[in-house]
């Protein structure tokens, strides 16, 4: 059995097995039976042992703790706008993963300047818009603000600085079968872990050779047009996949804009998402504004009352 920060590779014909087990040994046999064939019962030994390091070596390796911040260093910085950029982190080997179940986020924490001249940890918390099927680092999508801790002080980081970061935590653990249907309602960076799920929920579809049959629809909120995250993402997924819907809002929305316009209303959420149903759920992520707006809008309509603070079987969970 593997230990709780390790998991096997998905199969024994991966190419990590068959370069670094299957081939060396079968040259050291070759070899040994070239040269001299009476080492053969000593290169068969040898090339077990190496063998089965090479599969211990191998396994993918969780590396959050839920009750201790490590460091992980700033790898690259993509910049998408001019508040907005996505910071990918290293993990210490090619072999690790976060180790993050999906639907969960985690804490960042830095250390930020005060008026009074001393330093205090402040911690926010962050889904990565990465999971586990990326091995050796993780990506976080971070909008920055003149006012904000944690995102100004990711956007003024600089390649190679250090963030801390510990986990898993949060309620919500997605698993194929939770619901038959998901409303989300996201607004900004909200969107998150709301595009955890929905990869999640594609890559296990059964075309990909999974079971997952989930259907979503996704209520995407902003103000202007250049403020809609990853748009590009999320339309090829709703092109690849039928069972994902996105309708965008906007409050100022450009010419020619055939998407909703304003604020998310109950009628709004009522055209585009599921209705109240005990094999369903509505996700909601944005601004405590929004997020508060959206519990009134949803129990107007007859979905379960929203509780201060979501746990796994509610009808509406707020992350």
Same mark, same amino acid.
Request: glycine share 12%; net charge neutral.
């Given at each position: 059995m593997t230990s709780r920060h390790q998991v096997r590779p998905q199969s024994f014909l991966s190419p990590q097995y068959i370069n670094g087990v299957y081939i060396p040994s079968g040259l050291l046999l070759v070899g040994c039976a070239i040269v001299k064939i009476e080492w053969i019962p000593y290169a068969v030994i040898l090339a077990l042992a190496l063998g089965g390091w090479q599969v211990y070596n191998n396994q993918l390796k969780k590396v959050l703790k839920p009750d201790v911040f490590q460091h992980f260093d700033l790898k690259e910085k993509t910049v998408l706008s001019h508040n907005v950029a996505i910071y990918r982190f290293n993990l210490p080997s090619s072999n690790s993963i976060l180790g993050l179940p999906i639907g969960q986020h985690m804490s960042v924490a830095a250390d930020i300047m005060q008026p009074?001249?001393?330093?205090?940890?402040?911690?926010?918390? *962050?889904?990565?818009?990465?999971?586990?099927? &990326?091995?050796? *680092?993780?990506?976080?999508?971070?909008?920055?603000?003149?006012?904000?801790?944690?995102?100004?002080?990711?956007?003024?980081?600089? @390649?190679?600085?250090?963030?801390?970061?510990?986990?898993?935590?949060?309620?919500?653990?997605? /698993?194929?079968?939770?619901?038959?249907?998901?409303?989300?309602?996201?607004?900004?960076?909200? @969107?998150?872990?709301?595009?955890?799920?929905?990869?999640?929920?594609? +890559?296990?579809?059964?075309?990909?050779?999974?079971?997952? /049959?989930?259907?979503?629809?996704? @209520?995407?909120?902003?103000?202007?047009?250049?403020?809609?995250?990853?748009?590009?993402?999320?339309?090829?997924?709703?092109?690849?996949? +039928?069972?994902?819907?996105?309708? *965008?809002?906007?409050? &100022?929305?450009?010419?020619?804009?055939?998407?909703?316009?304003?604020?998310v209303t109950p009628d709004i959420i009522k055209a585009n998402l599921p209705a109240p149903a005990p094999d369903m759920k509505i996700l909601i992520c944005g601004p405590p504004p929004m997020v508060s707006a959206m519990k009134k809008a949803t129990d107007s309509l007859g979905y379960e009352k929203p509780r201060p603070v979501s746990k796994l079987v509610d009808q509406v969970f707020c992350f």
């Open positions: 009074d001249g001393q330093a205090k940890e402040v911690v926010r918390s *962050y889904t990565p818009i990465s999971s586990d099927e &990326n091995h050796g *680092y993780f990506d976080l999508l971070i909008k920055s603000y003149p006012m904000g801790n944690i995102s100004k002080h990711m956007d003024q980081m600089k @390649i190679g600085q250090t963030l801390k970061v510990k986990g898993p935590k949060g309620a919500m653990v997605y /698993t194929p079968g939770l619901v038959k249907r998901f409303g989300m309602i996201a607004g900004g960076t909200g @969107i998150t872990p709301m595009l955890q799920i929905i990869r999640a929920i594609i +890559r296990g579809r059964p075309k990909n050779g999974g079971t997952d /049959t989930t259907e979503v629809d996704l @209520i995407f909120a902003n103000v202007n047009h250049e403020d809609i995250l990853l748009k590009e993402d999320l339309d090829a997924l709703a092109e690849e996949d +039928r069972g994902f819907r996105v309708h *965008y809002v906007l409050n &100022n929305p450009p010419e020619k804009w055939d998407g909703g316009v304003g604020f």
